[in-house]
């Protein structure tokens, strides 16, 4: 069985887009990981207090049959593959990439290491417009819509969408056994009606 999982990636540090993309396949050459849709690029006025530059943020919609601490590990180890030295950091400060499980199916756990939902999806704009975009008329476990969650936050101001990943020549997002064609190799299933859990 596996879960529908959402990450969020974030980037300011270096060439964010080049970053994220290859973030993206890194993460889709995860065993038991197979990257379903990726939303648009945007570029996010930093959050948190930190005076730094913008962040590019997409998310990626996924399945996986990885119990959620083995998919930490497998995302801390691409985090770290891309340069990120958390003994540098200041908290909510630049990032060459970061990776954070938004949602692991309807999973609520609270361990030392790992919270699910991530706790700060409420908050954050910059989460919640490209989780919307994969995630259409999702909710939280506890039946929160995203839509009333990003609503609250109005006015949302700054953040943009950048490129389409499958739209940067060279860049092309193309999962090995994906359609041919298309707009996105990364397709998001025909007819959702029932709500992707
Ligand atoms: N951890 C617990 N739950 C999770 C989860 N659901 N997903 C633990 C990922 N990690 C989780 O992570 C610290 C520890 O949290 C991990 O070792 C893991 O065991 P972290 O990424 O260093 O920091 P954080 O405390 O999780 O903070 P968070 O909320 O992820 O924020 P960051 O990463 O510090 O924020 N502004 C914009 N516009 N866009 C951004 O992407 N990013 C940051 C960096 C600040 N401002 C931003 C952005
Ligand atoms: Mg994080």
């Known amino acids: 069985m596996s879960a529908l999982t959402l990450l969020g990636l974030g980037s300011n540090v270096g060439d964010a887009l080049e970053t994220l993309t290859a973030a993206v396949h890194a993460l889709d050459d995860v065993d038991g990981l197979a990257v379903e849709d990726v939303s648009g690029v945007y570029e996010t006025p930093p959050w948190g207090g930190v005076e730094q530059e913008p962040f590019l943020n997409l998310v990626v919609r996924a399945r996986t049959t990885l119990e959620p ?10 985090e770290a593959a891309f340069g990120r030295d958390r003994s540098r950091e200041v908290r909510w400060g630049p990032r060459t990439l970061d990776i ?9 756990l609270d361990t030392p290491t790992l919270t699910l939902p991530h706790p700060r999806i409420a ?13 259409p008329g999702g909710a939280l476990p506890d039946g929160q819509r995203l839509t ?3 609503a609250a ?3 949302i101001e700054g953040i943009e969408l950048v ?5 940067v020549p060279g860049r092309h997002v193309i999962r090995p056994d994906g359609p041919v064609g298309g707009r996105a190799s990364f ?3 025909a007819g959702e009606e029932r709500g992707p859990w």
């Open 69 to 78: 601490h083995a998919l930490l590990a497998e995302t801390q180890l691409i």
């Open 100 to 108: 954070d499980l938004l949602l692991v199916g309807e999973q609520v």
């Open 123 to 135: 908050e954050r704009a910059f989460v919640l417009v490209p989780l919307l975009e994969v995630l």
């Open 148 to 150: 009333a969650l990003l």
């Open 153 to 155: 936050l109005a006015p």
């Open 163 to 167: 490129v389409r990943l499958e739209d």
């Open 187 to 189: 397709s998001r299933p």
